[in-house]
């Protein structure tokens, strides 16, 4: 097992539908003789906070969130201390609709997991300090921990992977690498969750999809 603490300055999150939003956070120090810079990060999770509506991000269809986006704004919210009582909400929501965002058991596919959306849920409770064991009804942790590929699995060993029985296997590294995140931010990570992730570094330093 091996603890990993994330950055301090870099917060990388998983956006809706793979996309993918960054979220940098700078300390400002200026000279005596500059003037102060504005906190670009709290203005920038405060209008974000404006386009909440009842603790969610509207998505395309009317009525319903977009999750992903949800979830970025909570950890915008928690990293800034920009409006606390927004984050109380976003989280309330999100308790109540974890099914909505890691699984397809609104598609008629009951028990399917999407790795992605459950990594991010866990890591959006560990930022927002809830329980993740005890988010709303679910253990997000080993929701996470169930996803991880176990010894027989050859290279995939280690690789947070969706629980599915048809369809596609969406899982990347934006998912593995927020599970790694959540998982020692809450506890221990498996060591095979942090070998299959740095297996995705090429040689010039970046990581592949």
Request: aromatic share 6%.
């Amino acid at each position: 097992m091996l603890g990993v603490r994330p950055p301090v300055k870099i917060a990388a999150v998983l956006g809706a539908g793979g996309s993918f939003l960054a979220v940098c956070l700078f300390t400002f120090t200026p000279s005596a003789a500059a003037a102060p810079q504005p906190d670009t990060a709290t203005a920038a999770a405060r209008w974000q906070a404006g386009e909440l509506e009842s603790g969610g991000i509207p998505g395309f269809s009317p009525g319903q969130s977009d999750w992903g986006l949800t979830i970025d704004t909570l950890i915008a919210l928690k990293a800034t201390g920009a409006d606390e009582r927004a984050a109380d909400e976003v989280v309330a929501n999100l308790k109540t609709h974890v099914r909505d965002h890691n699984s397809n058991d609104a598609w008629g596919e009951p028990g399917q997991r999407v790795s992605g959306a459950t990594a991010k849920l866990l890591y959006a409770a560990v930022a927002a300090g809830e329980d993740p064991t005890k988010f709303g009804k679910y253990d997000l942790r080993q929701e996470t921990l169930d996803l991880i590929a176990g010894p027989g699995s050859g290279l995939e060993k280690g690789r947070v992977k969706d629980k599915i029985t048809s369809g596609e296997d969406s899982s990347n590294t934006f998912g593995q690498s927020l599970a790694v995140l959540g998982l020692a931010r809450s506890g221990d990570v498996p060591q095979s969750a942090v070998d299959f992730l740095m297996d995705q570094q090429c040689a010039t330093g970046g990581f592949r999809l």
